[in-house]
């Protein structure tokens, strides 16, 4: 698995549900099956990334990421957005195998599996021509220049066959493998020679985008249909994934591996900043962790050097994931995120 420090948080929430949550709860498949899609969409951007750093860097700016608001307060995603001179172009990922067939008659996208299995998707090319109306709309408020928007469908899995309805002309000028987007890259330089934006527009535009780029955070309970009674609680294993390890003078004991760790509760703390509250009281912690000693807690939370608030009956803990994470290093969890 890629090293977490660098998964997105959705699937970072995904997986901390998948482990705290009872096989029997009724979530759960869908849960499992979400962080399955999640992680393939991940993969796909990956997947590009080597195309993206054969970009000229010096005339073309790669935003990843983006969350702008729109038409009517909604606000809209973009995988990757690549902002030059002359032209902005929105991608949209897909890491899908098997054989894809565009329907322009039902706005759809038919998936054929190896075994033959038709399934259906929503048309990413509808998406993007939305996210190039969205993206026009915020340039247009925010008073910036009018530049083309061109709209890709990046296919990441390298043997997937695209085919389209005769009718369907878009597909081919849309849809492309991962491989042939810098000779895509290529022809869109060539047919856009005359630059639509001066170098004080072009550092505009990526100065009121990264301004107003947001991360989207949803109450992961409130999004999946999952109680806080429904999680469950204690240190899990980093190397088997029990729940709940067992407190042992400094450390913890895995009781299904029997594996050790002095920082395991570092990981368990993660999972109640992104699943239940970013802000921890000691009696918080105690529960959480099932630890009973308050002195213990109080080391144990002072050792975070992570930001407080209130005075010392009713201090409470600010679990920024960076800070955690960046706590993880040079302890005896180091080696799982290697």
């Known amino acids: 698995m890629k090293n977490d420090r660098d998964l997105p948080v959705k699937i970072l929430i995904l997986e901390a549900l998948k482990r705290r949550l009872d096989e029997s709860h009724i979530e ?9 899609i999640n992680y393939a969409g991940f993969r796909g951007e990956q997947s590009i990334e080597y195309y993206l750093s054969l970009i000229d860097n010096k005339t073309n700016r790669i935003l990843h990421d983006i969350r702008l608001p729109g038409i009517n307060n909604s606000y809209f995603q973009i995988d990757y957005l690549i902002v030059s001179q002359k032209y902005c172009i929105i991608m949209e990922v897909k ?3 098997g054989t894809l067939y565009f329907d322009r008659k039902f706005n759809q996208l038919l998936r054929i599996d190896d075994a033959n299995k038709e399934t259906a998707f929503p048309d990413p090319i509808l998406q ?7 993206l026009q709309y915020f340039l247009q408020k925010h008073n910036l220049p009018n530049v083309p928007v061109i709209p890709l469908v990046i296919i990441s899995y390298p043997s997937t066959i695209i085919k389209a309805t005769p009718d369907h002309k878009d597909v081919s000028q849309i849809v492309i493998h991962s491989g042939a987007l810098p000779s895509k890259l290529e022809t869109l330089e060539r047919k856009y020679q005359r630059e639509a934006l001066t170098k004080t527009e072009f550092n505009k535009i990526l100065r009121i985008i990264r ?10 309970l409130n999004t999946y249909n999952v109680s806080k009674s429904d999680i469950l609680t204690g240190v899990y294993c980093p190397f088997c994934q029990k729940i709940p ?3 042992v003078h400094s450390y913890w004991r895995c009781t299904k591996c029997n594996s050790v760790s002095k920082n395991a509760h ?10 239940i509250n970013p802000v921890i009281t000691n009696k918080d912690c105690r529960e959480f962790l099932h630890i009973n000693s308050v002195a213990t807690t109080s080391r144990l939370l002072q050792s975070l050097n992570v930001e407080t608030k ?4 009713d201090r ?3 679990l920024e994931i960076s800070k955690l994470k960046e706590s993880i290093r040079n302890t005896d969890l180091e080696s799982i995120f290697k």
């Open 95 to 97: 890491h899908i195998k």
């Open 316 to 318: 409470k803990y600010i």
């Open 266 to 275: 570092l990981l368990s703390l993660i999972d109640y900043a992104l699943l």
């Open 211 to 220: 301004k107003h780029s947001t991360v989207h955070l949803p109450n992961p």
């Open 28 to 36: 759960r498949t869908k849960i499992v099956e979400k962080l399955s």
């Open 245 to 247: 390890m067992k407190k």
């Open 128 to 134: 993007v021509y939305r996210q190039k109306s969205q």
């Open 310 to 313: 209130g005075t010392y009956k």
